[in-house]
């Protein structure tokens, strides 16, 4: 049985590899590839930053290609075996379907700590390193709102201009208690702008500002400039600089540990839209990762295929479900996000999808 399970491994194994590479070239290259090489002929950027752009592209790309490498690997082989009669002559000699689907779960669990890693480390590293390379800026007007505790705004502090080190173009409402007539509307108290700010030792310091003064009527009253200027301190600065950072990131550029300090605060802070949208992309991680399991054994099953069944109905279903699976991913997520329905649910009804399929194979085949 070693010399059998070492001969499907290393045949599945070969074309999970050779699966992984081609959908790696197709998908690079329609888009990915055409803006590289035409922002290299254009002189937007030069070769060596082009060759490093081209292969910073590929860890996304990779968290993609292997679930589906497994499943194109093991449905290719799989179904090899079937049209060869190699499976019928293994199963005569008692070795049952089940049994056959051990070396296909080792691989599935290879696959999985591969696809870990690569979400994990691989991805958020080459993401952050192309981000600088691009010199991008992640995020544009970054609001903050300070809020009493009857949830009443108190501040609200825009940042224009972050890079993850430099904070630029600031400006910082503050209400006064009382409201207008009687309503429940707070009154704007004065408009502070600023060139730029700093964070240090919990305090967010403004440089080169000014601060307009408004009367209750809303009527302005006077501007006073000035070199420096304190506005958060403590727990509120430290805060608000840790949500700032989160960010001006993007969900791609941070590990699975980052996404949870970013949901803890988010929820600290009340803010639950964003924070249903994070905990989606932290369940994500885990149920795409898993579902390499599942990629491997539905390519099994759709591969295997008995006497004048069609030969390419196992490949076109394959095809169909990695084609449902991402097309689903962005319509959870917008579905988690505005409370529609749990993350947890969310983040795992693609890999419900593969499952579906695998039983309903088992089923129809009667393996």
Not at 199 to 208: A, G, N, P, S
């Amino acid at each position: 049985m070693m010399i059998l399970d070492k001969y499907i491994f290393k045949q599945v194994l070969t074309a999970t590899i050779l699966g992984i590479i081609i959908f790696i070239i197709v998908w690079i290259s329609p888009e990915i590839l055409f803006r590289i090489i035409k922002q290299t002929i254009y002189g937007e950027i030069t070769y060596d930053v082009a060759i490093k752009l081209f292969f910073l592209e590929i860890p996304e790309i990779l968290g993609k290609a292997i679930p589906v490498g497994l499943m194109l690997g093991s449905l290719i082989v799989f179904n090899r075996l079937s049209i060869d009669s190699e499976l019928t002559i293994i199963r005569s000699i008692g070795v049952s379907f089940k049994r056959l689907m051990l070396p296909i779960i080792l691989l599935g669990v290879m696959g999985t700590a591969v696809c870990y890693i690569t979400y994990d480390t691989l991805i958020p590293y080459s993401n952050t390193i192309k981000n600088k390379i691009k010199k991008r800026i992640n995020q544009d007007n970054f609001v903050y709102v300070d809020k009493t505790k009857q949830g009443k705004p108190k501040q609200i502090l825009i940042v224009g201009k972050y890079d993850g080190k430099d904070i630029e173009n600031i400006r910082l409402i503050s209400f006064s208690d009382s409201q207008e007539n009687g309503k429940d509307k707070p009154l704007v108290k004065n408009i502070t702008l600023a060139n730029t700010a700093i964070y240090t030792q919990q305090k967010w310091i403004l440089k080169d500002g000014i601060e307009y003064k408004i009367a209750p009527d809303g009527v302005y009253q006077r501007a006073v400039s000035f070199n420096s200027k304190n506005i958060f301190e403590g727990d509120l600065a430290k805060k608000s600089y840790d949500l700032l950072n989160f960010s001006s990131q993007k969900t791609s550029q941070m590990t699975i540990s980052s996404l949870k300090d970013y949901l803890y605060l988010l929820k600290e802070l009340k803010i639950n839209e964003e924070a249903r949208y994070i905990k989606n992309k932290y369940y994500q991680r885990y149920a795409q990762a898993l579902g390499c399991i599942l990629f491997a054994l539905c390519g099994v099953i759709l591969g295997f295929s008995k006497p004048r069944e069609k030969k390419f109905l196992g490949l076109i279903v394959g095809v169909l479900v990695i084609f449902l699976y991402y097309i689903t991913v962005p319509f959870l997520e917008m579905l988690a996000q505005k409370g529609i329905a749990p993350p947890l649910v969310t983040a795992w009804v693609p890999n419900f999808i593969v499952l579906a399929t695998l039983l309903i194979f088992i089923k129809q085949k009667n393996i």
